[in-house]
C-alpha cells in the first residue's frame, strides 16, 4: 500500500494492488488455518469471533476513508492505511505453532527420505507393526532402499556400435539415443508433475464433492465481492450522498459483526450443521440483494443494508468449518489453500463483471441482479453438497446389533 500511494499511472496501482494481496492472503490463510488446530469443541464460535474482525474493519474503515480524505489525500490516506496493516505483523508474530501440528515430524513415513547408518539416502515405503508388547513381540519393518540418482547420460560422447559381430548386441544409433534422451525427459516430467500434485494435494479435485465445493465458493464470492465493490457506488447512482452511502456499508459491517458473534452458539450446540446454515445464508443473501434493487428510501436501505451483512457475514467464517469437515484436519491447510484460489479469481472477477454490465446499461440494479443470481447458483450447488453428504453418511453406517454405528472415516480425525 505504500507503494500505491507512489503510483501515477494505471499499471502501477494494478502492480502495487497485486502485491497488498498477496501479502493480505498470507495473514488470511494462516489465521484461518491455525483455528483449525487450536480449537476443536468451540471452532465454530471461535472462527466466528476471529472473522468478527473483518466486519469490525467494514464498519470503521468506510468512515475512516472519508475523513482521512477530507483531511489528507488519497496518497496520505494509503501510507497511514499502511501504517495500520503493519500491526498484522506483529500479530502473526505472537502465534505459537500448535503441538499437535509437529507431532509426526520425528516418526518416518512413506516416501520420506532418511539418512542410513552407513550414510546413503533410504527412502521409507511402508513400516507395519504386527505386536506392540515388552514379551518377544514381533515388529517387522518393511524398508525399500531406492537410489533416486538416475545415471548421468552423455549424448554428446556415447559411442555408437554400428558395427558388432554379435547379434544378441543392441545397435545404438541416433534414432535409439534420441528415444531415450524423450523417455528420461518425460519420466523426469511425470516425477515433478507427481511431486507437485502431492505437495499441493491436487488430487483432492479427483473427488466429486471438493469440485463441488470449489466451484460453489467461486460462483458465490463472484456475487458477495460484486455486491461489496459497487455497493456504495449503487447508493450514489441512487442519489445518496456519499457520507450516506459509505454509513449503508458499515451498516453491513454491523450485521456482519452481529451474525458472527452469535452462529457459533447455534453451530457448536448442534441446533444447525454448519453446511445447512450456510445454504441458509445464500438463499437469504440472495433474497436480499435481490430486493435491494426495488428500494430507493434510506430507511429500508439501512435495513436491507443491516440484514445482507448479517446473511453474507458468514460466508468466510463458515467456509473453513464445512471444508475441515468434508476432507479432515490432514489435508484441510491445501484444501483451504486451494479454496481460497477460488476467492482470489472471484475478487478478480466479481467486481469487474459487475461493473461491466453497468458500462454497458448504466443500470446498477441489472448488475445486481446478476449478483444475486450468482448466490443463488451457490446455494443450490450447496444444496447438491448437502444431499451428496446425507447420502455418504448414509452408506458408511454400518448396522451392529441393530444399531447404527458410523464408521470412521480416515481422512478425519
Given at each position: 500500500?505504500?507503494?500505491?500511494?507512489?503510483?501515477?499511472?494505471?499499471?502501477?496501482?494494478?502492480?502495487?494492488?497485486?502485491?497488498?494481496?498477496?501479502?493480505?492472503?498470507?495473514?488470511?490463510?494462516?489465521?484461518?488455518?491455525?483455528?483449525?488446530?487450536?480449537?476443536?469443541?468451540?471452532?465454530?464460535?471461535?472462527?466466528?469471533?476471529?472473522?468478527?474482525?473483518?466486519?469490525?474493519?467494514?464498519?470503521?474503515?468506510?468512515?475512516?476513508?472519508?475523513?482521512?480524505?477530507?483531511?489528507?489525500?488519497?496518497?496520505?490516506?494509503?501510507?497511514?492505511?499502511?501504517?495500520?496493516?503493519?500491526?498484522?505483523?506483529?500479530?502473526?508474530?505472537?502465534?505459537?505453532?500448535?503441538?499437535?501440528?509437529?507431532?509426526?515430524?520425528?516418526?518416518?513415513?512413506?516416501?520420506?527420505?532418511?539418512?542410513?547408518?552407513?550414510?546413503?539416502?533410504?527412502?521409507?515405503?511402508?513400516?507395519?507393526?504386527?505386536?506392540?508388547?515388552?514379551?518377544?513381540?514381533?515388529?517387522?519393518?518393511?524398508?525399500?532402499?531406492?537410489?533416486?540418482?538416475?545415471?548421468?547420460?552423455?549424448?554428446?560422447?556415447?559411442?555408437?556400435?554400428?558395427?558388432?559381430?554379435?547379434?544378441?548386441?543392441?545397435?545404438?544409433?541416433?534414432?535409439?539415443?534420441?528415444?531415450?534422451?524423450?523417455?528420461?525427459?518425460?519420466?523426469?516430467?511425470?516425477?515433478?508433475?507427481?511431486?507437485?500434485?502431492?505437495?499441493?494435494?491436487?488430487?483432492?479435485?479427483?473427488?466429486?464433492?471438493?469440485?463441488?465445493?470449489?466451484?460453489?465458493?467461486?460462483?458465490?464470492?463472484?456475487?458477495?465481492?460484486?455486491?461489496?465493490?459497487?455497493?456504495?457506488?449503487?447508493?450514489?447512482?441512487?442519489?445518496?450522498?456519499?457520507?450516506?452511502?459509505?454509513?449503508?456499508?458499515?451498516?453491513?459491517?454491523?450485521?456482519?459483526?452481529?451474525?458472527?458473534?452469535?452462529?457459533?452458539?447455534?453451530?457448536?450446540?448442534?441446533?444447525?450443521?454448519?453446511?445447512?446454515?450456510?445454504?441458509?445464508?445464500?438463499?437469504?443473501?440472495?433474497?436480499?440483494?435481490?430486493?435491494?434493487?426495488?428500494?430507493?428510501?434510506?430507511?429500508?436501505?439501512?435495513?436491507?443494508?443491516?440484514?445482507?451483512?448479517?446473511?453474507?457475514?458468514?460466508?468466510?467464517?463458515?467456509?473453513?468449518?464445512?471444508?475441515?469437515?468434508?476432507?479432515?484436519?490432514?489435508?484441510?491447510?491445501?484444501?483451504?489453500?486451494?479454496?481460497?484460489?477460488?476467492?482470489g479469481l472471484a475478487d478478480f472477477t466479481g467486481g469487474f463483471f459487475v461493473g461491466w454490465?453497468?458500462?454497458?446499461?448504466?443500470?446498477?440494479?441489472?448488475?445486481?441482479?446478476?449478483?444475486?443470481?450468482?448466490?443463488?447458483?451457490?446455494?443450490?450447488?450447496?444444496?447438491?453438497?448437502?444431499?451428496?453428504?446425507?447420502?455418504?453418511?448414509?452408506?458408511?453406517?454400518?448396522?451392529?446389533?441393530?444399531?447404527?454405528?458410523?464408521?470412521?472415516?480416515?481422512?478425519?480425525?
Amino acid at each position: 500500500m505504500i507503494l500505491s500511494s507512489f503510483t501515477t499511472t494505471y499499471t502501477q496501482i494494478f502492480c502495487s494492488s497485486a502485491l497488498t494481496g498477496f501479502g493480505v492472503s498470507f495473514a488470511y490463510t494462516t489465521c484461518s488455518v491455525i483455528m483449525g488446530f487450536y480449537f476443536r469443541r468451540y471452532y465454530v464460535l471461535a472462527n466466528g469471533i476471529v472473522f468478527a474482525g473483518v466486519s469490525t474493519g467494514m464498519f470503521a474503515l468506510p468512515i475512516l476513508f472519508e475523513y482521512l480524505n477530507s483531511q489528507y489525500t488519497w496518497r496520505q490516506c494509503y501510507r497511514i492505511i499502511a501504517a495500520m496493516c503493519l500491526n498484522i505483523s506483529v500479530a502473526g508474530a505472537l502465534i505459537a505453532p500448535h503441538p499437535s501440528i509437529d507431532t509426526d515430524q520425528n516418526n518416518p513415513k512413506k516416501g520420506e527420505i532418511t539418512q542410513g547408518p552407513d550414510g546413503d539416502n533410504h527412502t521409507i515405503n511402508s513400516i507395519e507393526y504386527t505386536a506392540a508388547n515388552t514379551n518377544e513381540d514381533k515388529e517387522t519393518i518393511s524398508l525399500e532402499e531406492q537410489n533416486n540418482e538416475l545415471p548421468e547420460v552423455d549424448i554428446h560422447h556415447q559411442k555408437i556400435h554400428e558395427e558388432s559381430t554379435d547379434p544378441d548386441v543392441e545397435v545404438q544409433t541416433p534414432e535409439n539415443t534420441k528415444t531415450n534422451y524423450i523417455r528420461r525427459l518425460l519420466s523426469y516430467a511425470a516425477h515433478f508433475l507427481n511431486a507437485f500434485c502431492r505437495v499441493f494435494e491436487l488430487r483432492l479435485f479427483l473427488k466429486l464433492d471438493f469440485i463441488i465445493l470449489f466451484t460453489t465458493m467461486y460462483v458465490l464470492s463472484v456475487g458477495y465481492m460484486g455486491t461489496i465493490i459497487h455497493f456504495v457506488a449503487r447508493f450514489e447512482w441512487v442519489g445518496f450522498t456519499p457520507a450516506k452511502s459509505s454509513f449503508l456499508l458499515s451498516l453491513m459491517g454491523i450485521g456482519g459483526i452481529v451474525s458472527r458473534l452469535t452462529h457459533g452458539f447455534l453451530v457448536d450446540r448442534h441446533y444447525i450443521t454448519a453446511i445447512n446454515l450456510y445454504f441458509l445464508n445464500l438463499i437469504l443473501a440472495a433474497a436480499f440483494v435481490f430486493s435491494l434493487t426495488f428500494v430507493s428510501s434510506y430507511l429500508w436501505s439501512q435495513i436491507l443494508s443491516f440484514f445482507i451483512g448479517m446473511w453474507m457475514g458468514l460466508f468466510p467464517p463458515l467456509a473453513p468449518v464445512i471444508i475441515k469437515d468434508l476432507v479432515g484436519i490432514k489435508r484441510f491447510n491445501s484444501a483451504f489453500g486451494l479454496t481460497i484460489v477460488s476467492y482470489g479469481l472471484a475478487d478478480f472477477t466479481g467486481g469487474f463483471f459487475v461493473g461491466w454490465i453497468y458500462d454497458l446499461t448504466e443500470d446498477y440494479n441489472k448488475s445486481f441482479y446478476l449478483t444475486s443470481a450468482c448466490l443463488l447458483c451457490g446455494g443450490l450447488l450447496m444444496l447438491v453438497l448437502i444431499i451428496m453428504n446425507k447420502k455418504k453418511v448414509n452408506r458408511s453406517l454400518k448396522l451392529v446389533n441393530g444399531v447404527s454405528i458410523p464408521l470412521k472415516n480416515e481422512d478425519s480425525e
